[in-house]
């Protein structure tokens, strides 16, 4: 079974702080992706990565950084937080070539709440 | 430029009965199509996809339909069941790995 594990469930954090949400996935995946969902909005892709130390921005990636420095972990970081930024963050991880193509498995999500 | 749309942000329909859940896309170039479905405070789970050189996929109680002169596709749910309740999105997917997902559509399956 593949597993993608999101470091937190629940974060409040304060205006400005800097925020770090961490992912692990034990499946050998070479794709691993941050997305946000926003009610209305669907899932948004902030940055993705091919490769480690490969990083790739998404569709949001103003306000946001991230780190792969091992295969298996994938970091987002919120360089200076704001309200803005509460929302529900998604972790990802997928393989390439054929059809597992494109299947993405998901984290159980950390709820950050930015006060 | 939202890519992929899901219109409907809800769909309510009885147990047992049918349950259509639509998606457009402005995109030619997705080569597949997924949908997943999201319980509250869980990640999103793969549900079924389709080739884009595919007009349905069936998996037991899931169908999903691909009309690409209408770049359209469908998931049917038949029957439904209450623990069908949940958000669905589709994405469309290039041959990157990376997937372009819709808003989402709430479903409520009544008993």
């Known amino acids: 079974d593949v597993k993608v594990t999101q470091s937190s469930r629940y974060l409040v954090k304060r205006t400005g702080e800097k925020v770090f949400l961490e992912c692990v996935q034990d499946?050998?995946?070479?794709?691993m992706f941050w997305y946000r969902q926003d009610p209305g909005l669907g899932l948004r892709l902030i940055y993705f990565?091919?490769?480690?130390?490969?990083?790739e921005k998404g569709d949001i990636p103003e306000g946001y950084s991230v780190s792969r420095e091992k295969k298996e972990r994938f970091s987002l970081i919120l360089e200076s937080a704001s309200t803005n930024q509460t929302s529900m963050y998604l972790c990802?991880?997928?393989?390439?070539?054929?059809?597992?193509?494109?299947?993405?498995?998901f984290g159980a999500g950390t709820r950050l709440s930015v006060l | 430029d939202q890519q992929v749309k899901q219109n409907s942000p809800s769909l309510s329909v009885q147990e047992g009965r049918i349950s259509i859940l639509n998606c457009d896309y402005t995109?030619?170039?997705?080569?597949?199509f997924l949908w997943y479905k999201k319980y509250p405070a869980e990640g999103p789970t793969f549900l079924i996809s389709?080739?884009?050189?595919?007009d349905k996929n069936e998996d037991g109680r899931f169908t999903v339909f691909l009309n690409k002169s209408a770049k359209h596709l469908s998931l049917h749910i038949v029957p439904s069941q209450p623990g069908d309740s949940a958000v669905y999105f589709c994405?469309?997917?290039?041959?990157?790995?990376?997937?372009?997902f819709g808003q989402g559509t709430t479903l409520q399956v009544k008993p």
């Open positions: 994405a469309g997917t290039f041959n990157t790995g990376k997937l372009i």
């Open positions: 995109n030619s170039m997705f080569d597949y």
């Open positions: 990802a991880s997928g393989g390439t070539g054929d059809l597992a193509k494109n299947i993405q498995y």
């Open positions: 389709i080739s884009s050189i595919k």
């Open positions: 499946m050998d995946h070479e794709n």
């Open positions: 990565s091919y490769d480690v130390k490969m990083k």
